[in-house]
């Protein structure tokens, strides 16, 4: 574990973390509206030395820029499909559900973030996200373009990708050259206004996007927070120390 410190240079920055709400099952309870997430997000958070603070949709129009002025640096989590009218698109038949509330919240945090110079971290449907809140599009549904449902895991596991890494940026500094990744996505990243797309997998998709210039807006297709130790973590709760820091 991250010794998380008490001074002003090695204390812990608080990292948001987007959530859902929906209907949820524990104990006796069923079908309680709940505001969940996968722990493995939060985990992850902690063990590269940060606090994690979830933050579930909310309908109040100031809640992104009051929750984003008290953080450090944002985390997008994965999930469901983005609704493709976010960027002017019909439905593919496979798209099915999305849940406005999560997807207009999320564009809030991003818009905030930006306007602020946050560090962003953006996980699957995170890194489509940014990429839609720049304006940019998706692929609806990678197999139709691929040729097979290889990066779609199985319903409650991954599927293993083999991806490359460009030889410079942030990304870069942070993980291998070449890495094997879980995937557990139908859909990828197509036009990307404002990022570099920073690493690939065989089938040609985008798996790893970064903005250019001093702030760290990272996003990455597959999914980190199922490992053990992952550096785009620790590149996340490094920078939002950093600016912490900065910040005094």
Do not use: K
Request: hydrophobic residues 40%.
């Amino acid at each position: 574990m991250t010794d998380l410190g008490t001074g002003a240079q090695g204390s812990a920055p608080v990292i948001g973390i987007s959530t859902y709400r929906q209907q949820a099952h524990w104990g006796d309870w069923r079908h309680i509206p709940a505001d969940l997430l996968p722990a493995d997000y939060a985990m992850s958070v902690e063990r590269a030395g940060g606090v994690p603070v979830l933050l579930p949709p909310l309908a109040w129009p100031d809640g992104a820029r009051v929750a984003v002025g008290r953080i450090d640096g944002l985390l997008i989590a994965g999930g469901a499909d983005i609704n493709p009218a976010r960027y002017g698109q019909d439905p593919h038949p496979q798209v099915t559900v999305w849940y406005d509330d999560r997807d207009a919240w999320e564009l809030r945090l991003l818009a905030e973030a930006e306007e602020l110079a946050l560090p962003v971290l953006g996980i699957c449907r995170g890194m489509q996200m940014m990429a839609v809140a720049a304006g940019g599009t998706l692929v609806q549904h990678l197999p139709d373009l691929v040729g097979h449902a290889g990066h779609g895991g199985a319903p409650a596991g991954y599927s293993s990708t083999e991806v490359t890494v460009d030889g410079e940026g942030r990304v870069a500094e942070l993980i291998a050259p070449a890495v094997t990744v879980p995937s557990h996505h139908h859909q990828a990243v197509d036009e990307h206004p404002g990022y570099r797309i920073v690493a690939r997998d065989g089938d040609g998709v985008a798996q790893a996007m970064e903005a250019d210039g001093d702030r760290f807006a990272v996003g990455v297709q597959w999914h980190p927070e199922t490992a053990a130790d992952s550096g785009v973590f620790d590149g996340l709760v490094a920078a939002a120390r950093e600016r912490a820091a900065r910040r005094g």
